[in-house]
């Protein structure tokens, strides 16, 4: 299945399968992520979109992964990080998030970083589920967080 | 963590059934596998049999199935039947009631609750993938460590907060 790097006229198709399955419809974010990760710094962001070879109007998108290299936060060697991933419901279990973040992890590693990282949610079972099968495992960081009173 | 050792029986025999499509092995045969005592493997098997993760096929040749979707069934699900996992309180003393007692409870919550996300991400399709590399790995010299970039060339970058994952709704 072909991954490749975003273009503008993608957009509206990254909109929609946000809105589809996020339910929250937010074009003008989409728009920004775009100019920021699909435009610029083109050298360390990767925003990537898997394409439908069937070309169907109505699902030319089947899903998108969004990462960047980030560097010196919390005292890290520089490493890659993946923090948009998401699939056409329908199309799930087909092996395109394993297709995306396989061309994502190959971006990372051209651009010289040996190790990938995202964060899921502790109750997010199929995220979780999915990041393990590929292989990923607990880092060496622990989040935290506190309510602000 | 320690797990029970009949949780540990019940994976490693899951794993083992799991090694090869439609496979079924005897007690017998795991229990050698894995230098065990049939008996005490018989009654992990059969737990795990009326859980409805492995079946029993009787007859010469017969022995345990895998019943399971080995994409699906996770570690949790094999060790919940053997190991109590839940965070509900566990003690009852006076002491328990206390400032002290709450606050180490929700440090022991937070350890459990670490510890169930952690064995229910990991189903028995990720556990067989890890073996498999693991052994290509033992086959195969690993590749050197690659070049990390140099830190005066590295970028400023702002933290980012979204994420959503393939399956999120």
């Known amino acids: 299945m072909p991954v490749r790097r975003v273009q503008a006229a993608d957009i509206p198709h990254v909109i929609t399968l946000d809105t589809r399955v996020t339910r929250l419809p937010k074009a003008e974010y989409w ?5 920021q990760y699909g435009e610029q710094r083109r050298h360390e962001r990767f925003f990537l979109v898997a394409e439908n070879p069937m070309d169907r109007a109505d699902s030319r998108l089947l899903g998108f ?12 060697a520089p490493c890659g990080w993946v ?4 699939v056409e419901p329908k199309m799930r279990l087909h092996g395109i998030g394993s297709a995306l973040l396989e061309a994502i ?3 990372f590693k051209k651009a010289g970083v040996g190790k990938m990282r995202t964060m899921v949610a502790r109750d997010g079972r199929l995220p979780l589920l999915f990041f393990r099968s590929e292989g990923m495992i607990a ?7 506190k309510d602000l009173d | 963590m320690k797990l029970q050792i009949s949780t540990r029986l019940a994976i490693f025999a899951v ?44 007859g010469a040749g017969g022995g345990y199935q895998f019943a399971g979707n080995v994409r699906r069934t996770t570690l949790l699900d094999v060790a919940q039947l053997f190991e109590d996992l839940s965070s509900i309180e566990r003690r009852t003393e006076a002491i328990d009631a206390t400032p002290e007692g709450q606050t180490l409870s ?10 169930r996300a952690t064995l229910g991400s990991i189903t028995i399709a990720t556990m067989r993938k890890l073996i498999d590399r693991r052994e ?19 970028p400023k970058l702002k933290a980012i907060t979204l994420f959503r994952g393939p399956d999120q709704q």
């Open chain 1, 105 to 107: 992890s190959g971006e």
């Open chain 1, 31 to 35: 728009y920004e992520i775009f100019r």
């Open chain 1, 65 to 76: 992964i969004i990462g960047e290299i980030r560097a010196w936060e919390f005292g890290s």
């Open chain 2, 15 to 58: 794993l083992e059934l799991t090694a090869r499509e439609d496979r079924q092995l005897s007690v017998a045969e795991i229990g050698e596998k894995f230098g065990v005592s049939s008996h005490h493997l018989a009654k992990v098997m059969h737990v795990m049999g009326r859980a409805g993760l492995v079946r029993s096929i009787r």
């Open chain 2, 106 to 115: 929700e440090v022991l919550n937070e350890i459990d609750d670490i510890a």
């Open chain 1, 139 to 145: 880092g060496p960081y622990i989040q935290l967080e």
């Open chain 1, 83 to 86: 923090f948009a991933l998401s």
């Open chain 2, 136 to 154: 290509t790995g033992r086959a195969r010299p690993r590749n050197p460590p690659r070049r990390t970039r140099d830190a005066s060339r590295a």
